[in-house]
């Protein structure tokens, strides 16, 4: 049965850092490419980072490119966002996704605000 389990958000001041957590199970994670979307309060889903199944190849979009880095476990089932230099404009639901599917998860929830 598949399992996302996102974790690792919180209430974070602008400039602050927040790793990301999500687990995953139920599928072939190691040759999955992983994505990780987040939803802003009132708005729809953007698609902000993605990783090829062996972890070697990594995309970004405009609006995080430079702040936050993607990552995966293979051995544990784990993918990771590391997020740097967090802006009021972060403020949103985060989850993990296989490439081009809906979230499944309840998502964590990021706040940047001081």
């Known amino acids: 049965q598949l399992q996302i389990v996102e974790s690792g958000g919180g209430l974070v001041q602008p400039g602050g850092s927040l790793r990301l957590s999500c687990a995953a199970s139920?599928?072939?994670?190691?040759?999955?490419?992983m994505t990780w979307v987040r939803q802003a309060p009132g708005k729809g889903l953007e698609w902000i980072s993605g990783?090829?199944?062996?972890?070697?190849?990594?995309s970004y979009s405009d609006s995080v490119k430079g702040r936050f880095t993607i990552s995966r476990d293979n051995v544990k089932n784990m993918l990771y966002l590391q997020m740097n230099n967090l802006k009021p404009d972060d403020t949103a639901v985060y989850y993990c996704?296989?490439?081009?599917?809906?979230?499944r998860g309840q998502g964590t929830q990021v706040t940047v605000s001081s």
């Open positions: 996704t296989r490439f081009s599917n809906p979230p």
């Open positions: 139920g599928f072939t994670f190691r040759i999955t490419t």
């Open positions: 990783i090829s199944g062996g972890g070697g190849s990594t």
